[in-house]
């Protein structure tokens, strides 16, 4: 692969994609066809196309649209599960989040270091009992085979200490804090879309704006969104990995949706952030509020778990309670107080969990278990429900696996597991790359074309807006090789600038000016 280039057959674009509806709808029959393009879905493309197979992937919107881009970026280790006694949930996050970080994609996922405080607010024997989790975390990463150098150890932290890893700390009363460590991806959307990109090179035929209407065991009735046109694609085995939404093309399948709120703040409001905090919730034994710094420049405060009711939106709105919610629990903790007027943005995403109480008493839905489900419908549609963000690669498997065994497909085992993704390097030649290291967290050993774009263009050194690290070299690669079809698509999942509302207003015309450039050029 040249410098200047994308990974051999991996680039996703407007003319790939008009060239391969086309060929799926032709009236073929491939071996799988996946709907939805989130983790798991891009996963099970990859997942079967890696096998051999034939494969098809669609989404109505674009890759990473729902519940993927909404995560809190982080690669769990299991942690949480253990005190709900789900050791196998938690072994499994931990081993998946090991695959991640030492070989299918070191340049997205890496370790992030968190403080927790201990305020007046957390009692002795609140703080001992998160030392005791955050050592058997750590007894968790041992029995996955994550190397220490890779997830350091645990340690308590004295208050100096504390206050040098997190400034923003209240200092009064402070006793000092456990400093920990989690996987972190530097952009969930861009970890999905490595992952198709990684399936279009092993021949998957990846389809955004592909309306699935109808499924059956046999194929679906599609709709592409941007023509109107109607047609059909074929398989021999189908997947419905649409998440929130996956009881709307498969029956039986019944989804308690859970908000997950994040609120997004100007890095400067709460000064420098070596690490990441975890803040216990007051009241709660095994919760906490995470502040999350970004490379952009921003900071994420979340996460909530409240039910949903009604029908599935889109794009989930934020309630007020929410964010009240997050700022109070921030204000306990924080030296520097964070009103309401200083939350320049906010998202939400709807966890996919698995109702498991039909007829029975209602569970919290932070009760209710984070495994995940793979089920097979009486006409052979395989669907995969709940899980999270770090075990995509797993739940992907099993529906493969088990889409394979339903319809009698001939395949290989999966490879995934030890299979790069675009990208990917080992960390020593990451680290080597001669080019700034925020593009090597996002494009990996494709830092060094993407900065080529920019040193051969100044036009496309320019950022996308001030005070934003992002270039329009960033979002011509995004045409060019992501996949991305308008402006929403850059500036909303390639790049994730539209968090914040006043930030996307003055950012769009650079995206539809690359739009339009990048359509001039177009074959």
């Known amino acids: 692969m040249s410098h200047t280039e994308a990974a051999p057959g991996s680039s996703l674009s407007a003319h790939r994609r008009r060239r391969e509806l086309a060929e799926a709808a032709d009236g073929r029959t491939v071996d799988v066809l996946v ?58 996050s931990a ?9 299918t994609a070191p340049h997205l996922v890496a370790a992030q270091p968190f403080v927790l405080p201990l305020t007046p607010l957390v009692s002795r024997g609140q703080a001992s009992l998160a030392w005791a989790g955050l050592r058997a975390g750590d007894v968790l990463r041992l029995a996955a085979r994550t190397p220490r150098p890779v997830l350091p150890a645990p340690r308590r932290l004295s208050a100096a200490e504390a206050r040098h890893l997190a400034p923003a700390v209240r200092a ?51 709709r592409d969104e941007l023509t109107g046109e109607e047609g059909e694609i074929r398989a021999r085995a189908v997947i419905n990995a649409t998440g929130v939404w996956a009881g709307t093309l498969a029956d039986g399948i019944r989804i308690r949706p859970s908000r997950g709120t994040h609120l997004v703040l100007r890095s400067e409001r709460l000064g420098a952030l070596p690490a990441g905090l975890h ?8 919760r906490f509020v995470l502040v999350l710094p970004q490379d952009d420049g921003r900071v994420y ?40 007027e200083e939350v320049v943005g906010a998202f939400a995403g709807l966890r996919p969990l698995l109702d498991t109480c039909a007829g029975g008493p209602a569970q919290r839905t932070s009760d209710i278990s984070r495994r995940h489900a793979v089920l097979t419908s009486p006409d052979g549609v395989t669907t995969v429900v709940g899980g999270k963000l770090t075990t995509y690669r797993r739940m992907a498997q099993d529906a ?4 394979v065994a339903a319809r009698g497909l001939r395949a290989a085992p999966s490879p995934t597991a030890a299979l790069a993704l675009t990208g990917a390097a080992a960390p020593g030649r990451l680290r080597a790359l001669p080019v700034p290291r925020r593009l090597v967290r996002r494009y990996g050993t494709e830092a060094v074309a993407v900065h080529a774009l920019a040193a051969g263009d100044p036009a496309l050194a320019e950022p996308v807006l001030p005070g934003h690290p992002v270039t329009r070299a960033e979002l011509l690669w995004a045409v060019r090789h992501e996949g991305a079809l308008d ?37």
């Open 279 to 286: 803040i216990p919730v007051p009241g709660e034994s095994n």
């Open 35 to 92: 709907v939805g393009l989130g983790a798991t879905g891009a996963g099970a493309a990859l997942d079967a196309a890696a096998r051999g197979l034939d494969v098809v992937a669609v989404d109505a919107h674009d890759l990473a649209f729902g519940t993927s881009r909404w995560s809190s970026k982080l690669i769990h280790g299991g942690l949480r599960y253990l005190a709900s006694a789900q050791f196998d949930v938690a072994h499994e």
């Open 95 to 103: 081993v998946e989040r090991g695959v991640l970080m030492t070989r």
């Open 172 to 222: 009064a009363g402070l006793r000092g804090a456990l400093l920990s460590w989690d996987g972190k991806v530097s952009d969930d959307a861009a970890l999905v879309t490595a992952l198709a990109r990684t399936a279009a090179a092993h021949g998957a035929r990846v389809l955004t704006r592909v309306r699935a209407r109808e499924l059956t065991g046999t194929g679906a009735r599609v």
């Open 487 to 523: 402006e929403s698509d850059l500036v909303d999942r390639r790049t994730r600038i539209g968090l914040v509302g006043e930030d996307r207003e003055q950012a769009l015309p650079a995206a539809r000016e690359v739009l339009g450039e990048a359509a001039a050029v177009r074959p």
């Open 301 to 340: 405060v979340g996460l909530t778990d409240e039910p949903v009711e009604g029908p599935v939106p889109d794009v989930p709105e934020v309630p007020e309670s929410d964010i009240g919610f997050l700022l109070d629990v921030l204000g306990s903790a924080l030296d520097v107080p964070v009103g309401r």
């Open 400 to 403: 493969v696996d088990a889409a």
